[in-house]
C-alpha cells in the first residue's frame, strides 16, 4: 500500500484577525483613522440600533412631507473626535442616507464657513428658507 504524500505548507497563511493593539493605528486612504478607532465600534453600533429602532423615519424627510426609513445616526454638530459631543443624544438624529449625503453636507459646509449657526444643522423642520 502506497503512503499518501505529506502536505508542505508554502507559505504561513494571512492571519483571521488583526491584533487590537493594532486597531485605528493606520490611516484610511483619505487620512482618517478607522472607524473604530473614530469610535464607530461595536458600543456605537449598538446605540445607533437602539436609536433607528426609537426613530425609524428620517426627520428630514418628515418635515418636509416625505417618508423615508431611517438608515443612519447623523451628529446634527459635527464631534470631530470629542466623545462627550459623539455620545450626547440630544446631538443625533435619525436620517436617510440621500439626506445625509446631499441635504446636510450642504449644510455642514455652510456651518464650517460660517454662515449658519448650529441650530441649522437639525433638519428635523423644513428646509425651504436654505433650499427654496
Request: charged fraction near 30%; charge should be positive.
Amino acid at each position: 500500500m502506497r503512503k499518501a504524500p505529506a502536505f508542505r505548507r508554502q507559505h504561513s497563511p494571512a492571519p483571521l484577525f488583526r491584533p487590537r493593539d493594532d486597531l485605528g493605528q493606520e490611516l484610511q486612504r483619505d487620512g482618517r483613522q478607522h472607524a473604530a478607532a473614530r469610535g464607530y465600534g461595536w458600543r456605537w453600533q449598538q446605540a445607533r440600533t437602539g436609536y433607528i429602532a426609537k426613530h425609524p423615519l428620517c426627520a428630514s424627510c418628515a418635515a418636509n412631507g416625505l417618508t423615508s426609513a431611517t438608515e443612519l445616526v447623523d451628529h446634527i454638530i459635527p464631534h470631530r473626535g470629542d466623545m462627550r459631543l459623539f455620545w450626547e443624544r440630544s446631538n443625533w438624529q435619525a436620517l436617510c442616507n440621500w439626506c445625509h449625503e446631499h441635504v446636510k453636507k450642504v449644510l455642514e459646509a455652510r456651518w464650517d464657513e460660517g454662515e449658519i449657526g448650529d441650530a441649522a444643522l437639525r433638519l428635523d423642520r423644513e428646509l425651504t428658507e436654505f433650499f427654496g
